[in-house]
């Protein structure tokens, strides 16, 4: 018998196989068609003022040459940073570093959710929140905050009355304690399965986020309870939880 999950599976920049990179948009796409719910990707300014996606601060990748570039995200035109191209696959084509503007266009028209990691905090907060109303996903985004803390919750959530939040375990957690919406709004991480941090995340009234999630770790994980399951990019989940859902025992 199949049982039904009580998590949002969400895919870490995404899902690859092949030569296909992370953080690109073949690797959500990807993510999709194995069944995720949301994926995470990372945000960060050029220095044009574009949001890209990238998870360092620098990007690496080839020019049309096939020669190695290495350019830094803050001081790079946007222009420059996304003709770089990070892989090309038989099956998914030339795949270059993305706009957020495209990730959230392709999570609109496969009604993925968004976790998006404000690589540059509460300077981008705004922003970011701003491009989400302009595609459409009001409501259907987690803001990793990054830090930023109720400074950033609240300049969100002026644009993005529906948003919810994630940041680091206990720290946020504390950081939220006075937010009265933070038991339907703020998503605490752990990637330990710390029981002291998942004791004080659930004491706090918070939900819980278990990051790092492959197939060596998933059962312990999922007897914690989670309220958010974020996989590896190269774990394949749709597998992972199709077998626990197939063989769970529940009396």
Known sequence: ???????????HRGFVEGDL???????YYNAYLHGAEMIETDARLTSDGVLIVNHDDTVRGYNEKGEAVTYIVAETTAEKICSVILSRDEKWGVQRVPTLEQVLHLAYNTGLLVNIDLKNGYKIA???????LKCGMIGKVVYALNGSGMDGI?????IDPDARF???GPTFANTVKDFSERGKRCFCYTWDSCK?????IRKAGCLLALIS?????????????????????TSDFKSIEEEYLKNIKLY
Request: glycine share 2%; aromatic share 6%; with cysteine.
């Open 21 to 27: 990179k992370e953080n690109c948009l073949g690797a």
């Open 196 to 200: 002291d941090e998942i004791e004080a």
């Open 1 to 11: 018998m199949n049982h039904k999950k009580n998590w949002i599976t969400s895919a």
């Open 126 to 132: 705004e922003d970011v929140s701003k491009l989400v």
């Open 154 to 158: 609240n300049a969100i959530l002026k």
């Open 213 to 233: 999630l492959n197939e060596n770790n998933f059962k312990n994980t999922i007897a914690l309870h989670p309220d958010m399951c974020e996989y590896l990019h």
């Open 166 to 168: 994630i940041d680091r």
